[in-house]
T-cell receptor, first 115, second 113 residues
């Protein structure tokens, strides 16, 4: 069973378009995240939701809007795509806090290419 | 703010060589520490973790010890294999609700036979 899944795996689109990436987790976690990995492999948090409530909102352009319809889903919508948005986007989930160290489970990533 | 610094790569080794990837951190309090691995074309997988000082995380022959005095969490393996070729990320997370992982820049390991 896939724990954290993302669709699509690859997304190629033109500048100015609007696109969405979907994420679902079947681990029963109550916190979900979006990370961006740039061309140099650097990973940085974008957003975090806990029980459908936005907790972390890093300095991300407001063209990016996360939406969490329920605890198991966190989607990322991007308006007016720019060349600089090209990256790999990872969804992750975790329990808010466990004695074991709150590890996060990552999806396979969505490679977004803006032309 | 919190941060993670890991050695620049790439690291190139022959099979069965000893591996060390250095990682140091800056944090308020005592975060949990993690090593994640990313194989080519794949997502991140948790390799090992440690949640308090002197804890040793281990998995698949890899080990790392949480050193509070040196704020370090170096990754080691006694004998690497070609299949260990990947990008390795050191990360920390504060022990607070809703916090995210803070990653180092990643170290690419290439093992040749």
């Amino acid at each position: 069973d896939t724990a954290v899944s993302q669709t699509p795996k690859y997304l190629v689109t033109q500048m100015g378009n609007d696109k969405s990436i979907k994420c679902e987790q079947n681990l029963g976690h109550d916190t979900m995240y979006w990370y961006k990995q740039d061309s140099k492999k650097f990973l940085k948090i974008m957003f975090s939701y806990n029980n459908k409530e936005l907790i972390i909102n890093e300095t991300v352009p407001n063209r990016f809007s996360p939406k969490s319809p329920d605890k198991a889903h966190l989607n990322l919508h991007i308006n007016s795509l720019e060349l600089g948005d090209s990256a790999v986007y990872f969804c992750a989930s975790s329990q808010v806090w466990t004695a074991g160290g709150s590890e996060q489970y990552f999806g396979p990533g969505t490679r977004l290419t803006v032309t | 703010g919190n941060s993670v610094t890991q050695m620049e790569g790439p690291v190139t080794l022959s099979e069965e060589a000893f591996l060390t990837i250095n990682c140091t951190y800056t944090a308020t309090g005592y975060p949990s520490l993690f090593w994640y691995v990313q194989y080519p074309g794949e997502g991140l997988q948790l390799l090992l973790k440690a949640t308090k000082a002197d804890d040793k995380g281990s998995n698949k022959g890899f080990e790392a010890t949480y050193r509070k005095e040196t704020t370090s969490f170096h990754l080691e393996k006694g004998s690497v294999q070609v299949s260990d070729s990947a990008v390795y990320f050191c990360a920390l997370r504060e022990k607070k609700a809703g916090t995210a992982l803070i990653f180092g820049k990643g170290t690419t390991l290439s093992v040749s036979s």
